[in-house]
């Protein structure tokens, strides 16, 4: 897995032995289940101005909604009664969500059973923020870097910083979080060098949870005629990533499903994957989280089909990381 190897498989027309070899991996570090999380995008709204979301702050033609406690909790209920044990509650970087108001909605989501596992992906709160949710019960976060290419990463999101988000990432492992991050593939400007270097990262941060996705365009963002990448180059990028990574969960992306509708999950969990996000936000809101066009999400009927057309087996765990003995502990 040196960097001219990445770049070489990244370029090569033909990667079928490099999917196969992906789910051996896969298979042999994290069996053959597949777990299931369930996505509660509880606000649209966010203070940050990136140049491919829909979310951007500068988007305003875009409805904006905020999920109440009480509404959260609704959605949460139904995801336990349908046998699901993580939550995964993800937002833009909304900050009239008090560190107050997002420890109440942890502390009433874990009085549901000490044994559903809460994952955020909330974007750049303060290390006291999530010190405090962690003490709330918060078990993982989700914080995806995009890419490690630092001018790339300027350029799409301005007023951020790389260094920043690479040092909070840090942060969080090192409180105890169990830690997700993860990439675009196919952002304008990138490069297979680039998408190397991203493989890399993953191989020396071995973060607990990986999750890659297609660039996709969205109508109100400038962006939007920039065209998404092959299906295929994602696919390599997850299938490096998996022998990177060894033991790291990694969702076929609802991004990937949305690229390829006819069959962008079962392609994901045939090139190292091994979770797949069931969307539980109400439907009334589920169409304005527009971070790009057309997202293709799945119910549980739906996902459970697909799991089954894999020939795999649905895995109703917490699904808790396997890097480490220490974290599986968390409460």
Partial sequence: MKKKEIIEYLETSEPIELFSTA??????????????????????????????????????????????????????????NDGLKTIVLQSGDDFTYTKDDLCSIVKGIKGLGREIAVTLSLGERSIDDYLSLKDSGADRVLLKFETTNETLYQKLHPGQSLKKRLELLNQLKQIGFQVGTGNIVGLPGQTSEDLAEDILFFKEFQPDMVGIGPFMPQKETTLAKELPPSVDLVLKVMALTRLATKNSHMPSTTALNTLDKSAGHLKGLSSGCNVIMVNYTPISNRKNYRIYDNKNSLNLNQVLDIVKQAGRKVDFSRGDSLKSKDQNKST
Avoid: H
């Fill in 23 to 80: 789910d051996k991996v896969r298979k042999e570090f994290c069996g053959n289940g597949v777990l299931l999380r369930a996505l509660i995008e509880f606000s649209n709204c966010c203070n940050k101005r990136c140049l491919y979301c829909g979310l951007n702050a500068e988007n305003q033609t875009l409805p904006r909604y905020r999920l109440k406690k009480e509404a959260i909790i609704a959605c949460v209920k139904a995801a336990v």
